[in-house]
């Protein structure tokens, strides 16, 4: 896989969730591409809810922007829909 900045990560690298916190990459788009690649994998399947926001900020040690805004981006490609009150779910497949 090659990243925004031209260098190549793995995909088992996405699956551990890894961010680079000194990298060139925002960290709300590492996010993403880590929660996109499990969403492609199947660890977050189709109509089931992705981990909460709290949950995303505990695992990958980040702000709570910065969760949300990979979340945005997410939702803006369409790879997730957010229902009030219920949470973030994966779209079912077009």
Known sequence: MVCHDGSRKTVTTYLQGVIDPE??????L???????????????????PVPSITSLQQEFELA??????????????????TVQGR????????
């Open 64 to 81: 709570r922007g910065t969760v949300i805004h990979a979340i945005e981006v997410l939702r803006d490609e369409g790879a997730v829909r």
């Open 23 to 28: 990298g060139p990459e925002p960290l709300y």
């Open 87 to 94: 949470g973030t779910f994966v779209a079912p497949p077009t």
């Open 30 to 48: 590492q996010l993403a591409a880590v929660l996109r690649e499990r969403i492609r994998t199947g660890v977050y399947p189709p109509n089931r």
